[in-house]
């Protein structure tokens, strides 16, 4: 990962928001009623679009059903949350309205590597499937997600990356919502670093001379007040032949400020290991029949240190998640193991709740 992203802290928006006539979506904050126009409807009255965003909008039906959407989600996730929780998603959305402004070429041509309105599409609907899922309600936890965005021109960039001729960053990870104690608020500290963001609602600057975009994304496993397990992806691509990836899974015991340990799960040592390895050598033979590609392995002892790295786990209620890289392999194995099969060698009972299916 390299050093050249600086985070600084931002001022607060203290402006009613609803008076920065750029974006569409800008009733969406002031909550005023959806009106519809001729042909599709949108989160603002078509009659009144003055901002070219706005007129990409009311000019394109799928798009203009798209904003209409993305309202609808926006709303649902600000009425689950805390005041606090409502304050950083709306400086979340604002920052991804200001993003797609920039990368989408918004009354910016000369920036723009493909039409606004394609670009603008793609957002939205990437957008709306980040809204329906920002927030999650799991045996009386809520957690909500916290978006970082920022994309700046940049002289060095090429044809490469998310956007040609842009650095960007898109970062997301989850919070407890309204932490209830010392020990909520710990682990909502923890992500936060290991997400490599900062504050949630941090300013960021790119050296322009610079060609990046780093992504951070987040996969929630178990969730309870008792533990949560988490996998952070992180990926910096340098518009070059090959991009810097890792992953960090997170599995967290909150209350006792500790991270999950084998003897947590397994009774005992070696017959559990040499269980799951010979499982998944079975799911990894499987996945590469069916991409025509070869295993650089092939005995279960050889996947044995690495499946029993708990660094690689995610657990989830119904299945073991192992996500690992092996050397000189191209694919990035990933293992899906269901508790049923693994029932002989489990703990009982078990510090977190799995499926009995």
Same mark, same amino acid.
């Given at each position: 990962?390299r050093?050249?992203?600086?985070?600084?802290?931002?001022k607060?928006?203290?402006?009613?928001? !609803?008076?920065?006539?750029?974006? *569409?979506?800008?009733?969406?904050?002031?909550?005023?009623?959806?009106?519809?126009?001729?042909?599709?409807?949108?989160?603002?009255?078509?009659?009144?679009?003055?901002?070219? $965003?706005?007129?990409?909008?009311?000019?394109?039906?799928?798009?203009?059903? *798209?904003?209409?959407?993305?309202?609808? *989600?926006?709303?649902?996730?600000?009425?689950?949350?805390?005041?606090?929780?409502?304050?950083?998603?709306?400086?979340?959305?604002?920052?991804?309205?200001?993003?797609?402004?920039? /990368?989408?070429?918004?009354?910016?041509?000369?920036?723009?590597?493909?039409?606004? /309105?394609?670009?603008?599409?793609?957002?939205?609907?990437? $957008?709306?499937? %980040?809204?329906k899922?920002?927030?999650?309600?799991?045996?009386?936890?809520?957690?909500? $997600?916290?978006?970082?965005l920022?994309?700046?021109?940049?002289?060095?960039?090429?044809?490469? !990356? $998310?956007?040609?001729?842009?650095?960007?960053?898109?970062?997301?990870?989850?919070?407890?919502?309204?932490?209830? =104690?010392?020990?909520?608020?710990a682990?909502?500290?923890?992500?936060?670093?290991?997400?490599?963001? !900062?504050?949630?609602?941090?300013?960021?600057?790119?050296?322009?001379n610079?060609?990046? =975009?780093?992504?951070?994304?987040?996969?929630?496993?178990?969730?309870?007040?008792?533990?949560?397990?988490?996998?952070?992806?992180i990926?910096?691509d340098?518009?070059?032949?090959?991009?810097?990836?890792?992953?960090?899974?997170?599995?967290?015991?909150?209350?006792?400020?500790?991270?999950?340990?084998?003897?947590?799960?397994?009774?005992?040592?070696?017959?559990?290991?040499?269980?799951?390895?010979?499982l998944?050598?079975?799911?990894?033979?499987?996945?590469?029949?069916?991409?025509?590609?070869?295993l650089?392995?092939?005995q279960?002892?050889?996947?044995?240190?690495?499946?029993?790295?708990?660094?690689?786990?995610?657990?989830?209620?119904?299945?073991? %998640?192992?996500?690992?890289?092996?050397?000189?392999?191209?694919?990035?194995?990933?293992? /899906?193991?269901?508790?049923?099969?693994?029932?002989?060698?489990?703990?009982?009972?078990?510090?977190? /709740?799995?499926?009995?299916?």
């Amino acid at each position: 990962m390299r050093g050249n992203v600086t985070l600084r802290q931002s001022k607060r928006v203290t402006a009613p928001l !609803g008076r920065w006539r750029g974006p *569409a979506f800008v009733v969406a904050f002031a909550m005023v009623p959806m009106l519809s126009h001729t042909g599709a409807t949108a989160s603002f009255p078509c009659a009144a679009a003055m901002a070219p $965003r706005e007129r990409l909008i009311c000019g394109n039906p799928d798009l203009s059903r *798209a904003d209409e959407a993305l309202t609808t *989600a926006y709303k649902a996730a600000l009425s689950a949350l805390s005041e606090r929780g409502r304050e950083v998603t709306r400086e979340g959305q604002w920052q991804w309205l200001r993003y797609t402004q920039t /990368v989408c070429g918004i009354g910016l041509r000369r920036y723009a590597s493909r039409p606004s /309105v394609d670009c603008l599409k793609d957002e939205y609907a990437a $957008r709306h499937k %980040q809204l329906k899922s920002a927030v999650v309600k799991r045996s009386g936890l809520v957690l909500r $997600r916290v978006d970082l965005l920022k994309a700046t021109p940049s002289s060095a960039a090429g044809g490469g !990356g $998310r956007y040609a001729g842009f650095n960007t960053m898109v970062i997301s990870y989850p919070q407890i919502d309204k932490p209830s =104690d010392k020990h909520e608020d710990a682990w909502n500290t923890l992500v936060l670093k290991h997400s490599r963001a !900062g504050e949630a609602v941090a300013g960021v600057s790119f050296d322009p001379n610079d060609d990046h =975009d780093l992504t951070v994304s987040y996969v929630l496993g178990s969730v309870s007040p008792t533990m949560i397990s988490l996998r952070l992806l992180i990926y910096d691509d340098e518009h070059g032949p090959h991009g810097s990836a890792a992953d960090e899974q997170i599995t967290w015991f909150i209350r006792e400020g500790r991270a999950l340990k084998a003897e947590d799960v397994f009774e005992g040592t070696q017959t559990w290991q040499e269980a799951l390895a010979r499982l998944v050598l079975d799911q990894a033979e499987r996945a590469a029949h069916m991409g025509g590609y070869d295993l650089p392995f092939s005995q279960p002892s050889e996947l044995a240190n690495e499946v029993s790295d708990l660094a690689h786990w995610l657990i989830t209620d119904r299945a073991l %998640q192992i996500r690992f890289n092996i050397d000189a392999f191209p694919h990035v194995a990933l293992s /899906v193991i269901a508790w049923s099969k693994l029932k002989r060698y489990l703990r009982s009972p078990l510090p977190f /709740v799995i499926s009995s299916d």
